[in-house]
């Protein structure tokens, strides 16, 4: 009897074999996510993408942000590498509960151990755009906006006794315009 060996076959979560490699990161899209991620939750990345993920209380927010409640917030915290595992773990359930596709979910090492960023990174991708076409989340941010910050906002805040430098320029050149109309000296002078 012939023996059957197995290779070493890298599997995703659905049990397909994998075509995306842990090396084939994609700056641009981890970018997307960051700023996608500090829209919705108002969270800013002050260290890598993978490192800024990992212990998966980021994750475990975005989720209540996209589906209110659904991780206990008592639940998320970032002590030990047991509660990291929690979170992680409640993150990938409400994922593929929201419709995030198995073959686009990671495993809990890929985040856990950074063994397979890019997995991660196509998981909370795949989740941005189930999000953008949910239209019982039309008021939330989409997947390549701008950063809040950098949005005009509409509402003028008013200080009192400050005036905005554009007012002043405007005042200023039509004054100047004004000046120049009037040839008459200064009546201090007449």
Not at 50 to 55: C, I, M, R, Y
Request: aromatic share 6%; proline share 5%; with cysteine.
């Amino acid at each position: 009897m012939p023996l059957i060996t197995m290779q070493n076959v890298d599997l995703n979560c659905a049990g397909e074999e994998e075509t995306l490699e842990p090396h084939h990161r994609d700056a641009i899209k981890e970018n997307e996510i960051l700023i996608w991620i500090y829209n919705m939750i108002d969270e800013v990345a002050r260290v890598d993408f993978e490192f800024f993920l990992k212990d998966g209380c980021i994750l475990c927010k975005l989720m209540n942000r996209i589906n209110p409640g659904c991780i206990p917030e008592e639940s998320i915290t970032w002590e030990g590498a047991r509660s990291k595992q929690i979170n992680i773990k409640n993150f990938l359930q409400q994922a593929e509960a929201y419709g995030v596709p198995k073959a686009k979910l990671f495993h809990l090492e890929d985040l856990l151990h950074l063994r397979h960023i890019p997995r991660v990174t196509r998981c909370i991708y795949a989740l941005a755009k189930l999000v953008a076409d949910d239209s019982n989340l039309s008021d939330c941010p989409r997947l390549g906006d701008e950063p809040s910050f950098m949005q005009e906002h509409k509402k003028k805040v008013d200080v009192p006794g400050h005036r905005d430098t554009k007012d002043v320029l405007a005042q200023l050149t039509t004054e100047k315009k004004k000046d120049e109309k009037k040839l008459a000296k200064h009546s201090l002078y007449q």
